[in-house]
């Protein structure tokens, strides 16, 4: 780990944290398993019972001319995408407004992992600032939070997070301008932002931005380098964290 004692310092001092979702609070498993096969099982239902009506071309009139010929060429664009977890911004809004019915007809809740919605709290309560940047939609990111399981009830975890951020709103997550947006969007000098994610190419675009950045090795990620775990902080739960 590089210098913890001093990125320690820094975290202690942080004023914001600035999340991602797949594979730092929640599993890569949920966000492929459950959300994108919920979008793609439902996107194949209605291209191949409803293409000709207005509401379902509306639903993807975001995408390339090309790829929607046909239901058959759509379903294979969308299959393709998903199989390679491409993360193009008309997939994403789709993905958003499909999850919208699976969250409003309660098929689909959020599991987090353990630790996230205690320490979350406890950040909040000590005066540290939360906002989520995710390569989901914002749409998608509000439900995502609205429906959160918590042992067996649910809760709506939108208050914590005072604001949402996704490529539309901020640019690329692998381009470091998008993190110095995000900081003057939020009224904050780099130096004051913690980010933490599971991916090292958005690691590496934070911290040439200037914000300290943490990576959250969770089961079901990819492993990381011992080259990634030498140049940046690694930990396991957000409770790692003083
Ligand atoms: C609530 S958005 C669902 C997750 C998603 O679609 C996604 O692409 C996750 O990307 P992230 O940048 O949060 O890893």
Not at 230 to 239: E, M, N, S
């Amino acid at each position: 780990m590089p210098s913890m004692s001093i990125e320690l310092n820094r975290w202690v001092q942080c004023r914001t944290v600035l999340l991602d979702i797949e594979g730092t609070i929640s599993s890569i498993s949920f966000v492929k398993d459950v959300l994108y096969a919920y979008a793609l099982d439902r996107l194949t239902t209605l291209a191949r019972h409803s293409w000709d009506d207005p509401a379902f071309q509306d639903l993807i009139a975001g995408f390339p001319e090309e790829t929607k010929a046909d239901a058959q060429t759509l379903l294979a664009h969308v299959e393709d995408l998903t199989r390679r977890d491409v993360k193009a911004v008309y997939l994403k809004q789709l993905q958003g407004k499909i999850w919208k019915t699976g969250y409003d007809n309660g098929d689909l809740k959020t599991p987090l992992f353990d630790d996230v919605i205690p320490t979350l709290g406890a950040w909040k309560g000590a005066g540290k600032t939360l906002a989520v940047f995710s390569s989901g939609s914002v749409q998608a990111q509000l439900q995502f939070f609205s429906v959160v399981e918590d042992g067996s009830t649910t809760r709506d975890l939108k208050p914590l997070f005072a604001a949402h951020f996704d490529p539309t709103i901020a640019g690329s997550k692998l381009e470091t301008k998008s993190y110095e947006k995000i900081c003057r969007d939020l009224g904050q000098e780099a130096a004051e932002v913690t980010f933490l994610t599971d991916n090292v190419k958005e690691a590496e675009a934070a911290t040439d931005a200037g914000v300290l950045t943490i990576l959250v090795d969770r089961p079901g990620n990819a492993p990381l380098s011992q080259e990634s775990r030498a140049r940046f902080p690694v930990i396991q739960k957000l409770t790692d964290l003083p």
